[in-house]
């Protein structure tokens, strides 16, 4: 399968602990980008990548949010001090134009 | 800032029958996309249809169809002939390269 694959499919962790995210885009796709969604709502965009340059933040993401993209290939997303607030599903997508490509998500729990 | 207003929490259609889903934007870039997501309960968010702004004709998908009016900022899409599998929360989105920005989406209930 070429799709977006992301990693791990669910995550349980208590408040204050930190997490990391993985996203590995399709691979020809040079633009790579996460959301979140919150259960009922539409997802909320977060960052963008071109390769490996971070081109746009949302002012969602806070000091303890941090994305990444060594090489421009996967894409790591990191919550530090996590908060109840944070639990979520994190989605990634990646594009080689317009339309962009979803992976299945990250479901983030935090007790 | 772009924003994305969809108007129908849900819809009710009957199997076989053509359905529109509502959305309007407000941008003040010149350049845009809209786009159409589909959403089934299982969760995973899947493409169908893209409309860029100087497009002069409406996009068509198989079964999907963009209805663009730029002068009135409307970028509904309309689903003909719907099947059960359609049941689903459906998303309007705008934007460019750098980020969409999504509606609060429509959920589509198809009966038989």
């Known amino acids: 399968d070429t799709g977006v694959s992301q990693n791990p499919r669910h995550k349980i962790t208590k408040r204050g602990q930190n997490v990391t995210f993985r996203c590995d885009p399709i691979s020809e796709h040079n633009r790579l980008y996460w959301y979140r969604q919150t259960l009922g709502q539409g997802p909320e965009f977060l960052t963008y990548?071109?390769?490996?340059?971070?081109?746009?933040k949302s002012r969602l993401l806070s000091d303890r949010f941090s994305a990444e993209r060594p090489k421009g290939s996967f894409s790591t997303l990191e919550i530090q001090r996590t908060e109840q607030g944070d639990s979520a599903m994190y989605l990634c997508?990646?594009?080689?134009?317009?339309?962009?490509?979803f992976g299945p998500g990250t479901r983030l729990t935090v007790t | 800032a772009q924003k994305i207003t969809q108007t129908q929490p849900g819809m009710f259609v009957q199997e076989k029958e053509a359905v529109t889903l509502d959305c309007t934007y407000d941008t003040s870039d010149q350049s845009y996309g809209l786009f159409w997501y589909k959403q089934p309960s299982s969760g995973e968010m899947i493409f169908l249809i893209y409309q860029g702004s100087y497009d002069e004709q409406n996009a068509t998908e198989g079964r999907y169809s963009l209805n663009f009016q730029k002068a009135r900022k409307s970028a509904n899409l309309v689903i003909s002939a719907s099947q059960l599998g359609d049941s689903a929360m459906y998303f309007c989105l705008s934007g460019g390269y750098n980020k969409l920005i999504f509606g609060a989406g429509t959920r589509l209930a198809v009966h038989p």
């Open positions: 990548f071109q390769n490996e340059a971070q081109l746009e």
């Open positions: 997508a990646s594009s080689p134009a317009y339309e962009q490509y």
